[in-house]
């Protein structure tokens, strides 16, 4: 919902950079894997107990996401770029959830299960529509440029990272903050899909 609104505020920093990295000829893709380690060193000190230190990684993480992009606008984007930065963000909010429950899973497990069912359907929601989108040549920089193209909804990126901020800073909320950021992206995905059906069906059919 807000990641539109903060592309302004955070892309030209992120690119100015993202230039400076790349005249070092570190890679996008090197980037992206770099921010891969970080968040999972997120959930590894998550799981352990230590979520204050797993935020400095969640941080260095999101980050990461974002540099690697403004240096692939530098270095030209390619689609093992766009593979690995979606296909590796995925696992990183898996990881963070799935940590939780690993900590207390008397406590956690169930919402983080709640959690990551409603991070699966949101998820499904705007990929399946970004491979229609494709097919049909639609384009959007509304999140800025992707590889994808990306179907807004009420929880989008800035959301969950405002989200595993909260969980790191208040472990013990855990629960509330789970089941009520997995209703808020149930109702994101069922959006989604009611504004994904609408567009499709006014598409050809080929």
């Not at 403004?70 to 770029?81: C, E, I, Q």
């Not at 409603?118 to 959007?140: D, P, Q, R, V, W």
């Not at 969950?160 to 994101?188: D, E, H, K, N, Q």
């Amino acid at each position: 919902m807000f990641d539109s609104r903060l592309r302004p505020l955070i892309d030209p920093p992120l690119n100015a950079a993202g230039k400076r990295l790349a005249r070092t000829g570190i890679s996008a893709n090197a980037v992206t894997v770099s921010g891969f380690v970080f968040g999972m060193a997120a959930a590894v000190l998550i799981a352990l107990g230590a979520p204050l230190a797993g935020l400095v990684f969640v941080l260095l993480n999101r980050l990461a996401d974002g540099l690697d992009g403004a240096v692939a606008r530098v270095n030209g984007k390619t689609d093992l770029g766009g593979y690995l930065d979606i296909t590796l963000d995925f696992f990183f909010y898996g990881a963070v959830p799935f940590a939780f429950a690993v900590f207390d899973p008397s406590k956690n497990a169930l919402a983080a299960a709640a959690l990551l069912l409603s991070f699966y359907a949101n998820g499904a929601s705007f990929l399946a529509f970004a491979i229609m989108a494709e097919k049909h040549g639609l384009e959007t920089d509304r999140q800025g440029s992707k590889s994808l193209y990306y179907l807004g909804g009420l929880a989008e990126g800035a959301e969950t990272i405002a989200l595993f901020i909260l969980m790191c800073l208040w472990p013990s909320g855990f629960v509330l903050l789970a089941w009520t950021f997995a209703a808020v992206c149930i109702v994101s995905a069922g959006a989604r899909i009611l504004i994904g059906v609408r567009t499709l069906r006014r598409m050809p059919t080929t």
